[in-house]
């Protein structure tokens, strides 16, 4: 499996950006995850082949993810300076639902950095 993330960028706050992750082989459960310098890497959305999906708590409500054949999306809007972090695009082809320590997760993208100003 081979994962590509594109989409980062900088923005003030309050504004969008939309993550695409290109991916090719099995991905049963795909995620986001981010990481801010100096924290650990948190899960921010996954999303099950049968289309059901998680948020974590920060992002609920203003975070959209989706996935199509070979693609996962993050849309991510009204942006805050606490968003500011390289985000990781990841895959597990072991299981079926999603775990949400990253620990479980196969493959990773090289990251994407989103850099939210105030």
């Known amino acids: 499996v081979q994962l590509q993330e594109s989409g980062g960028g900088s923005v003030q706050s309050g504004g969008s950006l939309k993550l695409s992750c290109a991916a090719s082989g099995d991905t049963r459960c795909m995620a986001w995850f981010r990481q801010a310098p100096g924290k650990e890497r948190e899960v921010v959305a996954d999303?099950?082949?049968?289309?059901s999906s998680t948020y974590t708590d920060s992002v609920k409500g203003r975070f959209t993810i989706s996935r199509g054949p070979g693609i996962l999306y993050l849309q991510m809007n009204s942006l805050k300076p606490e968003d500011t972090a390289m985000y990781y695009c990841?895959?597990?082809?072991?299981?079926?639902?999603?775990?949400?320590?990253?620990?479980?997760?196969?493959?990773w993208g090289q990251g994407t950095q989103v850099t939210v100003s105030s």
């Open positions: 990841a895959a597990d082809s072991a299981r079926w639902w999603c775990a949400k320590d990253p620990v479980y997760f196969n493959y």
């Open positions: 999303m099950r082949m049968d289309g």
